[in-house]
């Protein structure tokens, strides 16, 4: 049988690649100035980190994320019926998200010691969950976020937001196709009384609420404002809302961070129904659509203030955003930017002759040396057939290297869009071409 990739999964090559890589030079151009260093953390976790920081009652944990066993620990969790007696090192996970992985690294390491300067860092990652494959959704998929531990000004919460819109208008988006949804969603001195009371709405209309909705209401009633169910949507508009709930200092933070958006022109739309799908997350969240697209949200964060603890570590504030790159591309591709586009042209440098493949060998090498994409024949081709697969490798020019031409010390350059062609020297054709 041939060999295929597994279901959801997708392979980057081309422009698709392209676009990954340009996507994340985009990333450090607009991170780097804030202070963001690049930081990857492993594929795989031990499960608690996920457990702890996104939360036993998620969607993710529960349903999406893969579990990973070594040959040995499969036979015995088979033998067994359960994992219940595997050490906490045995019980391992793919990563279906990054920021309890990079919470995880600033605590083991220590990176935001007591009365030290806060850690930014940013990444560009695959995540895994096993979803249903669907447009924009992969079960391996790629990620662009950072995160910003200790820091609990709201000025941090609005920057971030701030990168968040720049990097989405150096990627080519029209800002004025995006939609910024912003909300807050309370701390732990207000949220528990509020989702109490979110809570008791649902078991009040559960007759008419999905299975998903009345399991819900008892795990984590805030995600029922994110039912797919156009019924229990319509049901919720008449749920409490976090807005009517928050306490002083909650208002307070969230009216700052909105003082200063509206201070850097930043454009939003108050949602008080938003809510993110991880536990984590504390006050601030956002998220950002692209409504004529067809993809939903492209990206999204908020604050954390409590996870650092959840993962063992002191007290320490917490911010922070991710956007999908999958996702992105499509969005891009309906607002007609290819963010992936052709690659740079090469120069082809061809031989008259197999006794001048050193030459042709020689000159390749001076061309890259200069930074010139460079390619050649290393399957004995004629001077036609290497015509042909200059063609076909999109050549901008190609050398010709000819017996005669050489022994005045010159190679010929062809022009391949205007068919002109020209004498150069050949002691100096890398630069000559180089400055073309």
């Not at 990054?98 to 600033?106: I, L, Q, S």
Request: glycine share 10%; aromatic share 8%; proline share 4%.
């Amino acid at each position: 049988m041939q060999a295929q990739r597994a279901e959801g999964t997708k392979d980057l090559m081309g422009r698709e690649m392209r676009a990954w890589q340009k996507m994340q030079e985009i990333a450090a151009n607009v991170f780097g100035p804030y202070g963001f260093d690049p930081i990857e953390t492993p594929a795989i976790e031990q499960l608690d980190v996920f457990v702890h920081g996104i939360g036993q009652s998620t969607d993710v944990v529960r349903k999406e994320m893969f579990r990973v066993f070594s040959g040995a620990n499969f036979a015995r969790v088979l033998e067994e019926g359960t994992d219940a007696k595997l050490k906490a090192k045995q019980r391992l996970a793919l990563r279906p998200e990054g920021t309890a992985g990079v919470v995880r690294a600033v605590v083991e390491n220590n990176l935001v010691p007591q009365g030290g300067v806060p850690f930014k860092g940013w990444y560009a990652e695959a995540m895994f969950r096993g979803e249903r494959p669907q447009k924009g959704r992969l079960r391996q998929f790629h990620q662009v976020g950072l995160e910003w531990l200790g820091a609990p000004d709201a000025a941090a919460d609005a920057e971030c937001i701030i990168m968040l819109m720049e990097f989405f208008k150096q990627l080519g988006f029209d800002l004025s196709r995006l939609r910024l949804l912003i909300n807050s969603m309370g701390d732990p001195a207000c949220r528990p009384a509020y989702r109490d009371r979110v809570k008791a709405f649902i078991l009040d209309h559960a007759d008419e609420m999905c299975d998903e909705c009345r399991e819900r209401a008892e795990l984590n009633p805030l995600r029922a404002f994110d039912c797919k169910n156009d019924h229990c949507r319509e049901i919720m508009k008449g749920a409490p809302l976090m807005g009517d709930n928050l306490c002083d200092e909650c208002a307070e933070h969230y009216a700052q961070v909105k003082r200063y958006l509206d201070a850097a022109g930043i454009a939003y739309v108050e949602d008080p129904t938003l809510v993110r799908g991880l536990d984590y997350y504390t006050r601030t969240v956002f998220e950002v659509e692209v409504p004529d697209a067809g993809v939903g949200s492209i990206g999204g964060g908020g604050r954390y203030d409590g996870l650092v603890e959840l993962e063992g570590g002191k007290p320490t504030p917490g911010v922070g955003f991710a956007v999908g790159f999958e996702r992105i591309v499509l969005a891009l591709e309906a607002q007609g930017v290819d963010l992936g586009a052709d690659a740079e042209p090469c120069v082809f440098v061809a031989n008259a002759g197999a006794e001048l493949r050193e030459e042709v060998f020689a000159l390749s090498h001076e061309l890259r040396a200069q930074g010139v994409r460079t390619e050649c024949d290393y399957q004995g081709k004629s001077l036609k057939g290497q015509f042909k697969q200059a063609d076909k490798l999109g050549a901008a020019y190609i050398v010709i290297i000819g017996g005669d031409e050489l022994a005045g010390g010159k190679v010929k350059l062809r022009n391949m869009a205007t068919h002109e062609e020209q004498l150069i020297d050949r002691a100096t054709a890398a630069e000559v071409i180089a400055a073309l």
